[in-house]
Every structure is written in structure tokens, then in C-alpha cells.
């Protein structure tokens, strides 16, 4: 054995170098930076984890929202369809108004109607007068509080239920 010293050559020329003792505490390095290294990596991974649970639990409360609203909107509609069917079994009602209102919304300016009426409606608008040409005719067919008007031109209905239907679809609407 010759007790020269290795020479290594290197194509390049080194910029850094760094002696590693051997032994016991090359060993004790080298699995502290494996155990860091791993923990790194496992908080990487446990934090992208944290991230999707995070993510998902986010769209699930948006859903959740979602459908509290539309529930909400349902049972809000369905409290007024009760209360109103109660009120007006009552005849808690503006009865006048709301053939008023039906007349001018149907446009049929002083063309000749006729207004069909439940007949207890009919009833308690025996005395009221209405423009010219509108006739009120008494019609079991017709739910106590709704009014339907026949004109020349077709017969336009306002009803509870449907007055409430349309409220529930324009909420549902604005809930999309």
C-alpha cells in the first residue's frame, strides 16, 4: 500500500465541496434528514389534504345554502296559501279591489264583461256599482276570492292559488 493520497480529477471545476465524515454520526445525519424530509413531505401532503377537505366542505355548504333558501321560499309560500285560504274562508278580503284591479289589468276599457264571481262574492258586491257594461254573475265554479272576467276577447282569471304559484316560481328564480 502506498501512502500517497487519492487524487480525483473532475472535468469541471468545483465551485463548493463538502467533506462527510463516515461513522455512527454520518449515519444519525443522515437519518435526521431523512425523518425531516419525510415529515416535510407528510405536512405537504396532510396540508393538501386539509386543502380538498376544505374545498369540499365549502361546495357543500354552498348546496346546502342553496336548498335552505328553496325550502325556505317553499315554506313561505305554502305558510301564505294557508293563511289566505283561512282569510278568506273568513272573508278577510278586499273583494271590490281585487275586481277592480282585475277589470283594469284585463284593459277591456268600457267593452261589455261579465264577471264571474263565487256566489257568496257575488253576494257581497250585490250593491256595489262597477263602470257601465260590467255585469257580475254569481258561479259556483269559481273559488271564494277569485275573480274571473269573460270579455270579447277571452276570459282572464285572477286566482289565489295561481297569484301564488307565480310568487313561488319568481322566488325560485331569483334563487338560480
Given amino acids: 500500500m502506498s501512502s500517497e493520497r487519492p487524487v480525483v480529477?473532475?472535468?469541471r471545476r468545483v465551485h463548493a465541496a463538502r467533506v462527510v465524515a463516515h461513522g455512527a454520526d454520518t449515519e444519525a445525519a443522515l437519518q435526521a434528514r431523512a425523518f425531516e424530509a419525510g415529515r416535510a413531505a407528510g405536512l405537504v401532503e396532510a396540508a393538501a389534504g386539509l386543502?380538498?377537505?376544505?374545498?369540499?366542505?365549502?361546495?357543500?355548504?354552498?348546496?346546502?345554502r342553496a336548498s335552505l333558501a328553496r325550502a325556505a321560499a317553499e315554506l313561505a309560500v305554502e305558510?301564505?296559501?294557508?293563511?289566505?285560504?283561512?282569510?278568506?274562508g273568513r272573508g278577510n278580503y278586499d273583494l271590490e279591489r281585487?275586481?277592480?284591479e282585475t277589470l283594469q289589468?284585463?284593459?277591456?276599457?268600457r267593452s261589455p264583461c261579465v264577471v264571474h264571481l263565487h256566489p257568496e262574492d257575488h253576494a257581497r258586491l250585490s250593491e256595489v256599482r262597477f263602470r257601465?257594461?260590467?255585469k257580475l254573475a254569481p258561479d259556483?265554479?269559481?273559488?271564494?276570492?277569485?275573480?274571473h272576467v269573460e270579455?270579447?276577447?277571452?276570459?282572464?282569471?285572477?286566482?289565489?292559488?295561481?297569484?301564488?304559484?307565480?310568487?313561488?316560481q319568481r322566488l325560485q328564480e331569483s334563487l338560480e
Avoid: F, K
Fill in 132 to 134: 257601465s257594461g260590467t
Fill in 98 to 100: 281585487i275586481v277592480r
Fill in 9 to 11: 480529477s473532475l472535468a
Fill in 51 to 64: 386543502e380538498r377537505a376544505v374545498e369540499h366542505l365549502s361546495t357543500l355548504e354552498e348546496e346546502a
Fill in 140 to 147: 259556483e265554479g269559481v273559488p271564494r276570492g277569485d275573480v
Fill in 151 to 168: 270579455t270579447a276577447l277571452g276570459l282572464l282569471v285572477r286566482d289565489v292559488d295561481g297569484c301564488l304559484d307565480a310568487i313561488a
Fill in 105 to 109: 289589468e284585463g284593459a277591456v276599457g
Fill in 79 to 88: 305558510i301564505a296559501r294557508v293563511l289566505m285560504r283561512r282569510e278568506i
